[in-house]
């Protein structure tokens, strides 16, 4: 999109603090055993909006577009108050829209029916007629405050470190993001001096940055933010980069990421000089506090991923690192390479670390939930739709109770939305 | 004269509170229009006194929910900002509707251009041109092809400026790859001859095009190339400009639908001898330039900001700054009203005359 992110409602608007994110939650904290199971959710949903895209057959983009929607809803509403599952067919329909590759609704109510009507979910009644889907879509119009246009780390990757004239299909979608229309200049000064990451490194970082919208990195920072951490983790995580990083390196290689010296360049024959990560991310000239502390937030993401297991028979994996040396190439599934890489990705760094033995044991899904050996209950999509429930008929006793009580929160609550897009 | 904002389908959206306050924030004045998509209608913030238009998304025969032009046309004016692109102040939720509130536009020039009561002088016209060139500009510079230039959707405030609006079939181009597009676009006595001989691929020159029939039209006043269908506007511009020659236009024959709509003689050019008599030299030229049959040779917006006719030719461009002192507001909308109106009373005259 030729937009200027400056100037957009995604900067202006949209990017909250954490106190905001934190307020957001407040009421669903209400009726909550574990404020952790809150952010499980998330990891829940981004992951269900995944799959329904990919069942759509939506683009990695527009996937992004309707995660960023859902999590922008739910700054200004609650999981008990809402249907979770509607809002994320509305988020997937309407960035469909939004993105230029819209799809039927009946498409969409039909694939989220027979979706979420898997045991797992516990949704009994996803409605079938057209016109529920369409009013979610209005309400989800409304709380967006008509702010369609989302940026993504995506385009600043495919800016800095895609090989030049590469004809990756990564390319193919970057160039749909509109980037030839000249503007790469205006977020890096020069624009000289990319980062050329080898194709799986590269591909590395895409799957890292499809990982991130698990958890609220996209409302608190701008996207070219996450990029930035992302190629850093990248340089960190994919083990022949890393090699290559250290190999040229003298000793003492235990400071942090950015400020490893490499020589990859030597191995390279570019036409310009190919700049080695430290001058690169020097040229930057972007606040590297901000960007160690989203690295920070991405690996708590992959720990607290860690105990949540997408399917009660999923084979245990090595830890992240480990799991990321293996050439991520090969990890699809079906459908469009990127999509599919989005989800096996997720599955991939979905690392059951309390009880690497019990996968395959079956799920009791009318009894009571599974207990890790670490005494935790083992986090699946299952446990989380129950939570869920829970939280729905707690909030509904509230109500009956005349919980006039809960519903100020949640006034203030859009108030302070409300406040946040006006400003 | 004047009718609350209140549409008669009250959906479940009303028992929103917010939803209240910012219904009766503005207030509806009378329609001014009729977008690609929607009514338009004039309306008073009652807080600032500030005119508005609103112009309301149709949703209700909508199966698919909020349209995707909609949704297409919000993000493009989201990020557009320019002094010859209108303003979207914000969108607004009412009573189950949406509106889009842009910044209020006294007319349209087609609305002038049908007027009598003031007269552009040559300096206006060349300031208007200039205008609507430099938004154009803008537009292309920032990827977005406008497809519906034409007098309607070019608005005129009482300071004289221009602006370009309804951007309901307007869309984001890629400037290194050119795709497939509808070429069931741009309303037919403004569309260039490769979209009436059925080309898909196409990029921002079809908007030239259209700037070039706006260009004369501010001279004659009136739309010159008047055709019922897609042959009878072909056959109008061949009238004006000759039929269209390999040597003029070398693709021509490989556009999808020439073997179709062949014309069966030749015509020469006769656009000179039949302009001069409004255009000066300099204009006539810009507008020949405008109106180049072969997409690939026709002026850019910006390279016809460079032409002699607005850097050397006199008089300089001068805003129209008179018509503030014109009476009332001058909308296609009014005009076509104007021309009903007329149209019947003749016709009841008529009737009266036979008795």
């Given at each position: 999109m030729a937009t200027d992110f400056w100037a957009s409602s995604h900067y202006k608007r949209w990017i909250v603090d954490r106190a905001a994110v934190q307020r957001a939650r407040a009421e669903d904290r209400q009726f909550v055993d574990d404020p952790e199971y809150l952010d499980l959710l998330a990891i829940f949903f981004a992951n269900c909006i995944s799959k329904l895209g990919k069942k759509l057959g939506l683009r990695q983009r527009v996937i992004a577009t309707a995660t960023v929607f859902f999590h922008r809803f739910y700054l200004k509403n609650s999981y008990s108050e809402t249907d979770p599952f509607l809002v994320i067919a509305a988020c997937c329909y309407v960035a469909a829209k939004a993105e230029e590759s819209p799809v039927h609704i009946k498409n969409?109510?039909?694939?989220?029916?027979?979706?979420?009507?898997?045991?797992?979910?516990?949704?009994?009644?996803?409605?079938?007629?057209?016109?529920?889907?369409?009013?979610?879509?209005?309400?989800?119009?409304?709380?967006?405050?008509?702010?369609?246009?989302?940026?993504?780390?995506?385009?600043?990757?495919?800016?800095?470190?895609?090989?030049?004239?590469?004809?990756?299909?990564?390319?193919?979608?970057?160039?749909?993001?509109?980037?030839?229309?000249?503007?790469?200049?205006?977020?890096?000064?020069?624009?000289?001096?990319?980062?050329?990451?080898?194709?799986?490194?590269?591909?590395?970082?895409?799957?890292?940055?499809?990982?991130?919208?698990?958890?609220?990195?996209?409302?608190?920072?701008?996207?070219?933010?996450?990029?930035?951490?992302?190629?850093?983790?990248?340089?960190?995580?994919?083990?022949?980069?890393?090699?290559?990083?250290?190999?040229?390196?003298?000793?003492?290689?235990?400071?942090?990421?950015?400020?490893?010296?490499?020589?990859?360049?030597?191995?390279?024959?570019?036409?310009?000089?190919?700049?080695?990560?430290?001058?690169?991310?020097?040229?930057?000239?972007?606040?590297?506090?901000?960007?160690?502390?989203?690295?920070?937030?991405?690996?708590?993401?992959?720990?607290?991923?860690?105990?949540y297991k997408e399917d009660s028979n999923e084979q245990p994996k090595g830890s992240l690192i480990q799991n990321y040396s293996s050439p991520v190439t090969n990890s699809s599934g079906s459908g469009t390479k990127r999509s599919a890489a989005g989800v096996s990705v997720s599955r991939s760094t979905s690392v059951n670390t309390s009880s690497g033995s019990n996968g395959g044991t079956p799920m009791d899904l009318a009894g009571d939930v599974e207990i890790g050996e670490d005494g935790k209950p083992v986090i699946t999509p299952a446990f989380l739709s129950k939570v869920l429930l829970k939280m729905r008929e707690a909030k509904l006793a509230d109500l009956a109770k005349g919980g006039g009580g809960t519903a100020r929160p949640m006034a203030i609550n859009k108030m302070i939305g409300r406040a946040q897009a006006a400003g | 004269m004047q009718s609350r904002l209140a549409t008669p389908v009250a959906q479940s959206s009303d028992n929103r509170p917010d939803s209240f306050s910012r219904a009766d924030l503005y207030v509806i004045v009378n329609q001014v229009g009729e977008g690609t998509f929607g009514k338009v209608y004039k309306a008073r913030n009652t807080v600032t006194g500030m005119n508005v238009a609103l112009k309301r998304i149709r949703m209700e025969q909508e199966r698919d929910g909020f349209p995707v032009t909609a949704m297409r046309e919000i993000k493009l004016l989201q990020s557009l900002r320019h002094q010859n692109v209108v303003k979207l102040y914000e969108m607004m939720v009412s009573h189950g509707s949406v509106y889009m509130v842009f910044e209020y536009m006294d007319h349209d020039l087609t609305g002038v251009l049908t007027q009598t009561h003031f007269s552009f002088t040559?300096?206006?016209?060349?300031?208007?041109?200039?205008?609507?060139?430099?938004?154009?500009?803008?537009?292309?510079?920032?990827?977005?092809?406008?497809?519906?230039?034409?007098?309607?959707?070019?608005?005129?405030?009482?300071?004289?400026?221009?602006?370009?609006?309804?951007?309901?079939?307007?869309?984001?181009?890629?400037?290194?790859?050119?795709?497939?597009?509808?070429?069931?676009?741009?309303?037919?006595?403004?569309?260039?001859?490769?979209?009436?001989?059925?080309?898909?691929?196409?990029?921002?020159?079809?908007?030239?095009?259209?700037?070039?029939?706006?260009?004369?039209?501010?001279?004659?006043?009136?739309?010159?190339?008047?055709?019922?269908?897609?042959?009878?506007?072909?056959?109008?511009?061949?009238?004006?400009?000759?039929?269209?020659?390999?040597?003029?236009?070398p693709g021509v024959a490989d556009m999808p639908w020439y073997e179709l709509v062949k014309p069966k003689e030749i015509i020469d050019d006769h656009f000179r001898a039949l302009f001069k008599k409004w255009l000066s030299p300099a204009a006539l030229d810009l507008a020949e330039q405008l109106l180049t049959y072969d997409p690939s040779k026709r002026v850019t917006a910006t390279q016809a900001l460079e032409a002699p006719y607005f850097m050397q030719e006199g008089p300089a461009p001068v805003l129209p700054i008179g018509l503030s002192t014109l009476e009332g507001e001058w909308h296609e909308l009014e005009a076509k009203r104007e021309r009903e109106r007329v149209k019947k009373r003749r016709k009841t005259e008529g009737e009266f005359s036979q008795q």
């Open positions: 969409v109510v039909t694939e989220a029916r027979s979706l979420f009507s898997q045991e797992m979910y516990g949704v009994k009644t996803f409605p079938s007629d057209n016109s529920k889907l369409a009013e979610m879509e209005f309400y989800l119009v409304d709380d967006l405050e008509c702010d369609l246009t989302v940026f993504h780390p995506y385009r600043t990757l495919m800016t800095l470190c895609c090989k030049e004239g590469s004809s990756s299909d990564l390319d193919a979608e970057a160039g749909e993001l509109g980037v030839g229309i000249n503007e790469g200049h205006r977020y890096w000064g020069t624009g000289e001096g990319k980062l050329e990451l080898q194709e799986a490194a590269l591909q590395m970082a895409w799957f890292i940055i499809n990982d991130t919208y698990r958890s609220q990195l996209c409302l608190l920072y701008p996207p070219h933010m996450i990029a930035i951490a992302v190629i850093n983790l990248t340089l960190v995580l994919h083990n022949p980069t890393r090699a290559s990083i250290q190999s040229s390196n003298p000793p003492p290689a235990s400071q942090a990421a950015p400020t490893r010296r490499s020589s990859r360049q030597a191995s390279h024959h570019a036409k310009k000089p190919v700049q080695d990560p430290v001058s690169f991310q020097a040229s930057l000239n972007v606040n590297m506090t901000q960007v160690a502390t989203i690295m920070q937030e991405i690996i708590a993401l992959y720990t607290l991923w860690d105990r | 040559d300096a206006n016209l060349k300031s208007l041109c200039q205008q609507m060139l430099a938004g154009l500009a803008y537009l292309h510079h920032k990827g977005v092809i406008h497809r519906d230039i034409k007098g309607s959707n070019i608005l005129l405030n009482n300071r004289g400026e221009l602006k370009l609006g309804d951007f309901g079939l307007a869309r984001f181009y890629q400037k290194r790859r050119r795709s497939d597009y509808t070429n069931r676009v741009i309303t037919l006595w403004y569309r260039p001859p490769e979209l009436l001989l059925g080309t898909t691929v196409y990029g921002p020159e079809v908007d030239m095009w259209s700037a070039g029939c706006i260009m004369l039209e501010l001279y004659t006043k009136k739309p010159v190339f008047q055709g019922n269908d897609d042959i009878s506007q072909l056959d109008a511009i061949y009238k004006v400009f000759g039929t269209p020659t390999p040597e003029r236009w």
